[in-house]
């Protein structure tokens, strides 16, 4: 590696420092930057839209605001989970192509902790060879012995999604 490139890996690691939400889907852990976290609820009904992707679960009335709701397992290609008392939802704030925010919540299999997670900590995103979609994570963190994947939540969703989501909280 030339030393511009590691330049380059250092200063995006520094960025990516910081605190992070992190929770369980199935047996992976994953983390989301504490600045994008509104609130953590109990999980509750979800009222259905119909027509919507499979991991679009439907919308929530949060103190009288419509909040789409995502199922992550199911965005992510994981196999479906029973619902438990550690079953949640993470609302999150995604931010826009157009600068707006859109409030979202993401069902989670557990919250774990809010946990700091420091420059030499992060690891860059492994090139996978495979024409796999990874933009969306920023990179890997090795806490305690176990690796949690850093999840860029603004690109977790795809913009046709964001689409379809605010016809949904309109």
Same mark, same amino acid.
């Given at each position: 590696? #030339? ?121 860059? #995103? ?22 949690? #994947? ?13 689409? #379809? ?6």
């Amino acid at each position: 590696m #030339t030393s511009e490139v590691t330049e380059n890996t250092a200063a995006a690691n520094r960025a990516l420092a910081g605190k992070y939400l992190t929770f369980v889907l199935g047996r992976e852990s994953y983390g989301v930057a504490v600045l994008k976290i509104r609130e953590i609820i109990r999980m509750q009904d979800i009222t259905l839209v119909p027509q919507m992707p499979d991991y679009i679960k439907g919308v929530i009335n949060l103190r009288g605001k419509i909040i789409p709701v995502v199922d992550l397992r199911l965005k992510f290609c994981l196999s479906k989970a029973e619902t438990t008392e550690r079953t949640c939802i993470v609302v999150v704030q995604v931010s826009l192509p157009s600068r707006n925010t859109l409030a979202m919540g993401m069902v989670v299999d557990a919250v774990e902790e809010v946990i700091n997670i420091g420059v030499s900590d992060i690891e860059e #995103t492994p090139d996978f060879g495979a024409k796999l979609d990874t933009e969306y994570i920023l990179g890997m963190a090795k806490i305690k012995g176990a690796v949690k #994947t850093l999840l860029d939540i603004d690109k977790v969703v795809a913009a046709e999604t964001i689409e #379809t989501l605010k016809q949904v909280a309109r």
